[in-house]
């Protein structure tokens, strides 16, 4: 309530700042400013006293209401009330409505269930046979429903023979919404029955019994701390979360292929000699600006990394990191810009 109050107040505000700059030409600019640098502050201000503990969160939730609420209303303001011999301007302002129209729908409506699937392969001379691995990451919601549903659904239709969870399930406080989500996500978890296992590490949203509360009655094996799994063919390490965030991680070689995977991708900086890294984290950062990429990642890894992909690090080691399948809840603002939610699969197969 104090978050619409907030966008009211900052929403008359600016249509009269752009109503009365707009009776006559030569203050139309400086009232242009003057809104601009008041809104600014405004959210500045309000991203502390709205934060939740968060607020670096609340002034992006608060800079993109801004962006879709009270810049619009600016903007027609001064449309509507510009002098007649500011035909262009008018033009371009209606044009720039409808393009944060446009981003809006996109970025809040669209974008966030709009999931893709990743292919990746993986060949190596330490794989014997084909085997497809499936990572979902950062599902990260706070009502599993139909979305979630369907993201298990196209999960299983690939028929994967490893499924890897690298946290983030449930974001909601103690209570008992908490545990009847995060037991709801948990059976939908267990309808995926792979040939060799689903593992399931913490993220950054879990309670101190997650793998309790989410994973209680499945067939998913969750840990806390860093274990080494023999999974068929190869090994799988699943790290805890302070071990993931390690920059200086070092890990031993394996003499099977080995799978290392973490909720944050910061060990891939380290000296864990797997064959496959695998982490998530960072959504790709939910918004990527062109020829930028995220603004904000949370990691300490480049940017590029951050924004999600595949690449092989010079001594044969594969790193892939998922843009992830749900998004930030609690204070940060729920959309996704140039960033889908997605699926990765990759298939390890033998050097050809």
Same mark, same amino acid.
């Given at each position: 309530m104090r978050e619409i109050l907030f966008h009211v107040a900052c929403s008359i505000a600016t #249509?009269?700042?752009?109503?009365?700059? *707009?009776?006559?030409?030569?203050?139309?600019r400086a009232a242009l400013g003057f809104a601009l640098v008041a809104m600014l502050l405004s959210v500045s201000v309000g991203s502390f006293v709205l934060s939740g503990g968060m607020p670096a969160f609340a002034f992006i939730r608060l800079a993109a209401g801004f962006g879709v609420i009270e810049l619009p209303i600016l903007i027609i303001g001064f449309v509507a009330m510009a002098p007649p011999s500011w035909r262009k301007r008018r033009a371009v302002g209606a044009l720039a409505v409808l393009c944060v129209a446009g981003v809006a729908v996109d970025a809040f409506l669209i974008e966030p269930r709009a999931l893709e699937v990743r292919y990746e392969t993986v060949r190596s001379a330490r794989v014997s046979s084909p085997l497809r691995i499936v990572v979902l990451t950062d599902v990260q919601t706070d009502a599993p429903g139909d979305y979630e549903r369907e993201v298990m659904r196209r999960a299983a239709d690939l028929e994967p023979d490893l499924v890897l969870l690298p946290g983030d399930y449930i974001q909601l406080p103690d209570?008992?919404?908490?545990?009847?989500?995060?037991? @709801? #996500?948990?059976?939908?978890?267990? %309808?995926?029955?792979?040939?060799?296992?689903?593992?399931?590490?913490?993220?950054?949203?879990?309670?101190?019994?997650?793998?309790?509360?989410?994973?209680?009655? %499945? @067939?998913?094996?969750?840990?806390?701390?860093? %274990?080494?799994?023999?999974?068929?063919?190869?090994?799988?390490?699943?790290? *805890?979360?302070?071990? *993931?965030?390690?920059p200086e991680l070092g890990w031993p070689a394996s003499e099977r292929f080995q799978v290392v995977f973490g909720?944050? =991708?910061?060990?891939? #900086?380290?000296?864990?000699?797997?064959?496959?890294?695998?982490?998530?984290h960072t959504h790709g950062g939910q918004l990527q600006i062109p020829f930028f990429g995220p603004p904000l990642t949370l990691s300490t890894v480049p940017r590029e990394w951050a924004a999600g992909g595949h690449w092989e690090h010079p001594v044969g080691r594969h790193l892939v990191v998922s843009r &992830?399948? &749900?998004?930030? @809840?609690? *204070?940060?603002?729920?959309? @996704?810009?140039?960033?889908? =939610?997605?699926?990765?699969?990759?298939?390890?197969?033998? #050097?050809?």
């Open positions: #249509l009269g700042a752009a109503i009365a700059g *707009s009776r006559a030409e030569r203050r139309v209570g008992d919404a908490y545990v009847e989500a995060a037991h @709801r #996500l948990g059976q939908m978890f267990d %309808t995926l029955r792979p040939r060799l296992g689903t593992f399931a590490v913490r993220g950054n949203v879990e309670h101190d019994d997650f793998v309790r509360d989410v994973f209680a009655g %499945t @067939r998913i094996r969750a840990v806390d701390e860093t %274990t080494r799994f023999e999974v068929g063919s190869i090994d799988v390490v699943a790290l *805890s979360f302070d071990d *993931s965030f390690d909720h944050g =991708p910061d060990f891939m #900086l380290g000296d864990v000699r797997g064959d496959l890294l695998v982490a998530g &992830g399948i &749900g998004m930030e @809840r609690g *204070s940060a603002p729920r959309f @996704r810009f140039r960033c889908h =939610p997605e699926i990765v699969v990759i298939d390890l197969a033998p #050097l050809e």
